[in-house]
């Protein structure tokens, strides 16, 4: 056990439709990463929040959206979901950003597929 | 823009042997962080080692050393007495962190095939 937990595991849903991905990050660990990995494009690092707030984006398109709350869980919400949406999602999460020589610890995923 | 290569789209290595994967990089900074993590077959990402770009001496940890070449942006990972539990996926990642705003740039990763 990372420390860092994902839920669900597994979400099989339908192309137009919304779902949540929810992240706790490890104790302490003020930064939270989600990451997308599919077959052809590898792992893509899509946003970061630190202590509540957006740090950086990164390929996140427009139907995603995501959010960290006070107590540091963090939400990564997919809409109009689209078959290429189909993917293993990762949360991480770091002891503060700045931190620079740790890396990041994972969460062991979320997979969505969308049929 | 930094980018992440590893050119081994596979490799394979005999039980108790050694291999180096190939990582290489681009960027235009000259203090950053690199990493290998590995991804088994359960897709978990696991930390095997990280390199801090200013320190030339070379990490090592048990099995696990890299080859650090800043000059050359080269960041290979040598496994030594590999054993079948170390089958995977091994990414390799660029952190850099400007003004509170990082992120982990991956490569594509090297699928490592070990045989009994």
């Known amino acids: 056990d990372s420390g860092v937990t994902q839920t669900p595991k597994h979400l099989i849903t339908a192309t137009g439709q919304r779902v949540t991905l929810r992240c706790s990050p490890r104790?302490?660990?003020?930064?939270v990463y989600w990451y997308q990995q599919s077959l052809d494009q590898g792992l893509q690092f899509l946003i970061q929040?630190?202590?509540?707030?957006?740090?950086a984006k990164g390929n996140i398109l427009e139907r995603f959206s995501a959010q960290q709350f006070p107590d540091l869980h963090s939400e990564l919400n997919l809409s109009s979901l689209e078959l290429g949406d189909s993917a293993l999602y990762f949360c991480?999460?770091?002891?503060?950003?700045?931190?620079?020589?740790?890396?990041?610890?994972f969460g062991s995923g979320t997979r969505l597929t969308v049929v | 823009a930094q980018t992440v290569t590893q050119s081994q789209p596979e490799m394979s290595v005999q039980e108790a042997e050694t291999v180096t994967l190939s990582c290489t990089y681009d960027?235009?900074?000259?203090?950053?962080?690199l990493f290998w993590y590995k991804q088994p077959p359960s897709r978990q990402m696991i930390l095997v080692i990280r390199?801090?770009?200013?320190?030339?001496q070379n990490a090592t940890e048990n099995r696990f050393s890299v080859n650090f070449q800043k000059a050359a942006k080269s960041f290979s990972l040598k496994i030594s007495d590999s054993q079948l539990g170390d089958a995977a996926m091994y990414f390799c990642?660029?952190?850099?962190?400007?003004?509170?705003?990082?992120?982990?740039?991956f490569g594509k990763g090297t699928k490592l095939t070990v045989n009994p």
């Open positions: 991480a999460s770091s002891v503060v950003a700045g931190a620079l020589g740790y890396g990041y610890t």
């Open positions: 104790s302490g660990d003020l930064s």
């Open positions: 929040y630190y202590n509540g707030e957006e740090r």
């Open positions: 960027t235009s900074e000259s203090d950053y962080y």
């Open positions: 390199q801090e770009a200013y320190k030339q």
């Open positions: 990642a660029y952190r850099r962190v400007q003004g509170g705003s990082e992120k982990l740039v």
